[in-house]
């Protein structure tokens, strides 16, 4: 098993920058492949970016593609979300997840490991 906790999560103005965290701990971190997804008030939760093992394939929604960057930092055991050119509708409660055997890394069932999620609140 994995445990997850991320952080980094807050308030910023529309057009600024966040960088998330997930710190990762338990079974090799390696083995894992990396997701983020977001949950806004009232809707489901969405997709945001996938990063494979070893980093060297990364995925992303179309809503945050150009915006976002998903790194990974395998010695720290951790993952990261770089958000840039914020928006309110970027607002939403971020999830890092985690899992051995993923197929479609952009699947949320695929995932068997969840974080508690940080608020990130995008003002206009």
């Known amino acids: 098993q994995v445990q997850l906790v991320e952080s980094g999560g807050g308030l910023v103005q529309a057009g600024g920058s966040l960088r998330l965290s997930c710190a990762a701990s338990?079974?090799?971190?390696?083995?894992?492949?990396m997701g983020w997804f977001r949950q806004a008030p009232g809707k489901e939760r969405e997709f945001v970016s996938a990063i494979t093992r070893s980093g060297g394939i990364t995925y992303y929604g179309d809503s945050v593609k150009g915006r976002f960057t998903i790194s990974r930092d395998n010695v720290k055991n951790t993952v990261y979300l770089q958000m840039n050119s914020l928006k309110p509708e970027d607002t939403a409660v971020y999830y890092c997840?985690?899992?051995?055997?993923?197929?479609?890394?952009?699947?949320?069932?695929?995932?068997?490991?969840w974080g508690q999620g940080t608020q990130v609140t995008v003002s206009s």
């Open positions: 997840a985690a899992d051995v055997t993923i197929v479609v890394p952009t699947r949320e069932n695929e995932y068997d490991y």
């Open positions: 338990g079974r090799t971190f390696s083995l894992y492949v």
